[in-house]
C-alpha cells in the first residue's frame, strides 16, 4: 500500500463525522476564528447579490472596495474581473490563485438554511459555489498581507464568465494576466465528495467541452402529400438514431459524453416542416476523442442526407445540411509533479484533512484549464457534502448551498501551499511538460 492510499484510508476510518478542519498554520492562531468570520460574511454578501457571465459590475466593485480596505494594489481586468498583486519583502517566483466570480440564471428557493442569505437578485444564484472561491481567496490575500514576509509575489485573479464558453479566462490570459506567473492554483467546491475533505488528480481532470448546431433542411409542405416533400423530422430521428450506436461502436463509454438540448422544427400540426435544429454538447478528454466524434457527426449527417435524397427537378438542393461545432473548453490538465507537491504539502500540515489522491475524472468542464496551458498547477476539488446539516444538492440545483465550515480549510490551503511554493519552487516546477498544448479550435462550421 502506497503513503497516499494510506493516509486516505486511515482519514476516511477516523472521520465518523465531519469537524472543522484546521492546518498547521491557524490551528493554533488566536486570530482564526475572527479571520473565519470575516470570510462567512463575505460569502454570504457575495450570495445575496449574484450576477451573470460578463455583468459582474456590482461585483467588481465590492471586490475593488474590500483589496482597498487591505490595501491591496488592484486593476480591472476582462471588462468585469479584477487582477491584484501582494508582493513580498523578498524576490522570488510569481503565483496566480483564482476565484470565478459569476453567477448561474437559476431563481433560488428558500430553505431552513438560507434565509439569512438568499439571493436578492431575481432569477440569478450563486449555486456552483463562486460566493464561496472569492471569500477564500479574500481570506489567503488578507493572510499573505498581514504576513509580508515571504519571497515573490502572490498574484489574485477575481475571473468573470466561467460559467459560458468562451469563458473569462482567455481575456485574462489576453490582457496579460498571467505574464510573469510561474505557477497557478485554482480551487472548486463540490458536493460530490465530502466536507473535510480534497480531491486532487495528476494529468486530465476535466474535460473539454464541444457544442454542436445542426440545421437538417427538407422541403415542407401539405401532411398529405409526402411524396412531394422531404420531411426534416424524420431526417433528425434517423440521424439521431444512428449517431449514437456508431459512437458506442467506436469508443469506450468511460471516453466521452454527448447529449441532446434541443430538437425544434415546425409549427402546424399538418405540415412538413422545412428545416428542423438540432442542439447539443459532448464532452472529451482528450483531442484525438474530439476529433472522432467530430467526424462521425458529419458522417452521419452524410449518410442521412444521401437516404432522403429524391429524384426529379423539384428536388434540387434537398435535402441539406449545416453543422457548426464550437469547441469551448479544453480538457483540464493538471502538472503531475506541482500535483505530487501538493499532496505532500497537504499531508504535512492537514493531518486531519481526508485526501483523495487520485479523485475521478469528471465530465464537468473548467475554463481554468486555460491557464494549465500556459504555466504549471493545480486545481483542487474541495468537498462541500454534508448530510448532518443537510448540504446534499448538486452543484446548479436552486437549493444548492456550501457547509460554510470548509471555507477556512480552503482559505488555509491557498496560503499554505502558495507560501510553500514561493519558498521552495523547485519541488513544484522541476518537470516536464505533462501537456503539450495546441491552438484551442474555436469552430468547425460546415455548410455543404
Known amino acids: 500500500m502506497n503513503k497516499r492510499t494510506e493516509h486516505y484510508r486511515k482519514n476516511k476510518r477516523n472521520k465518523l463525522h465531519v469537524q472543522k478542519i484546521r492546518g498547521n498554520i491557524l490551528r493554533n492562531d ?54 491584484a498583486s501582494i508582493r513580498g ?33 431575481d432569477g440569478v444564484m450563486h449555486a456552483c459555489g463562486h460566493d464561496g472561491h472569492m471569500a477564500m481567496l479574500f481570506g489567503a490575500a488578507r493572510l499573505f498581507q498581514e504576513n509580508r514576509n515571504f519571497p515573490g509575489e502572490v498574484r489574485l ?18 490582457e496579460g494576466g498571467l505574464e510573469g506567473v510561474d505557477a497557478v492554483m485554482g480551487m472548486h467546491i463540490f458536493t460530490n465528495h465530502e466536507s473535510g475533505s480534497v480531491g486532487i488528480r495528476p494529468g486530465p481532470y476535466m474535460a473539454s467541452t464541444n457544442r454542436f448546431e445542426i440545421s437538417l433542411i427538407g ?15 424524420r431526417m433528425a430521428t434517423d440521424f439521431m438514431s444512428s449517431l449514437y450506436p456508431a459512437l458506442k461502436k467506436q469508443l469506450e463509454p468511460d471516453k466521452y459524453i454527448i447529449g441532446v438540448g ?67 473548453y479544453p480538457v483540464l490538465v493538471n502538472d503531475p509533479v506541482f500535483t505530487d507537491a501538493v499532496h505532500l504539502n497537504l499531508q504535512e500540515n492537514f493531518p486531519e484533512l481526508t485526501i483523495y489522491p487520485e479523485i475521478e475524472k469528471t465530465f464537468a468542464a473548467e475554463d481554468f484549464a486555460s491557464y494549465l496551458q500556459k504555466v504549471p498547477g493545480v486545481f483542487i476539488s474541495l468537498g462541500t457534502r454534508n448530510p448532518e446539516k443537510k448540504i446534499l444538492e448538486v452543484n446548479h440545483s436552486c437549493t444548492f448551498d456550501i457547509d460554510e465550515d470548509i471555507l477556512i480549510t480552503g482559505t488555509e490551503i491557498f496560503y499554505i501551499v502558495s507560501l510553500d511554493f514561493l519558498k521552495t519552487p523547485e519541488k513544484y516546477l522541476n518537470s516536464q511538460s505533462y501537456f503539450s498544448p ?11
Request: glycine share 8%.
Open 157 to 174: 485573479i477575481f475571473q468573470p464568465a466561467e460559467e459560458i464558453p468562451p469563458g473569462g479566462s482567455e481575456r485574462v490570459i489576453a
Open 438 to 448: 495546441e491552438p484551442l479550435r474555436k469552430s468547425l462550421k460546415t455548410d455543404r
Open 30 to 83: 488566536s486570530n482564526a476564528e475572527a479571520l473565519e468570520a470575516w470570510i462567512i460574511e463575505l460569502r454570504r454578501e457575495f450570495h445575496r447579490y449574484p450576477e451573470l457571465s460578463f455583468e459582474e459590475y456590482d461585483t467588481q466593485k465590492r471586490i475593488l472596495k474590500i483589496l482597498g480596505e487591505l490595501g491591496i494594489e488592484a486593476r480591472k481586468i476582462a471588462d468585469t474581473g479584477v487582477l
Open 89 to 121: 519583502t523578498l524576490p522570488g517566483p510569481c503565483i496566480a490563485l483564482r476565484s470565478d466570480t459569476d453567477g448561474l440564471q437559476v431563481q433560488e428557493e428558500l430553505t431552513e438554511r438560507n434565509s439569512g442569505y438568499i439571493s436578492k437578485n
Open 262 to 328: 434541443r430538437i425544434q422544427g415546425g409549427a402546424q400540426f399538418n405540415r412538413i416542416p422545412d428545416t428542423v435544429e438540432i442542439l447539443g454538447s459532448y464532452r472529451t478528454f482528450d483531442r484525438e476523442t474530439t476529433d472522432i466524434i467530430d467526424r462521425m457527426i458529419k458522417g452521419c449527417l452524410e449518410e442521412v442526407v444521401k437516404r432522403y435524397a429524391k429524384p426529379g427537378e423539384e428536388f434540387s438542393g434537398f435535402p441539406d445540411y449545416e453543422l457548426d461545432i464550437l469547441h469551448g
Open 219 to 233: 422541403k415542407g409542405g401539405h401532411i398529405s402529400k409526402p411524396e412531394s416533400c422531404i420531411d426534416p423530422v
